[in-house]
């Protein structure tokens, strides 16, 4: 035997205390069914850890709305979701070429306050940054924003 289903909605996101996903599809008797499921990363639990950026806004590059330069490579994490239910966004640090892909270590987390999703700064993998630089590398964009900077701390052991 087969299911039908009619029509699926588009997927979803809900950001409060418990972050999960859902979508609605309607069975053949035209009830309406809502699946869903946990977001299952926070944003912090990318801190320290290697990940690979998309680079869809290369140094250099004008935003696509507003009249900006980036001052930085500027791209997404695939397969991961944000706030907005779009990538995580993430900023690359200390590379001075246009790039379209960029594989290191998320170094900060920038969490917003006044917007619905934070980011993520990634960059080589053994250097430390101080909060100060990652602000003025930053600046461009996140002077709209009341943020707090969270920087990764290497464990001593």
Known sequence: MRLEIGPVSELMYVNVVMPYWFFIINDPDG??????????????????????????RPLG??????????????????????????????????????????????????????DIEDKLVVSNKNKQYKKSDIESLTHFTEQYFDSDLILFEEEEG
């Open 61 to 114: 590059s004008k935003h696509p709305e507003f009249d900006m330069i980036y001052p930085i490579n500027y791209g997404y994490i695939p397969n991961t979701i944000a706030g907005d239910g779009e990538e995580i966004d993430a900023y690359v640090l200390d590379e001075f070429e246009p790039l379209d892909k960029y594989h290191g270590k998320v170094v900060a987390i920038i969490h917003r306050k006044n």
């Open 31 to 56: 009830n309406e069914i809502e699946i869903t499921g946990p977001l299952l990363a926070s944003i912090d639990d990318y801190l320290g850890k290697d990940v690979t950026v998309i680079v869809d």
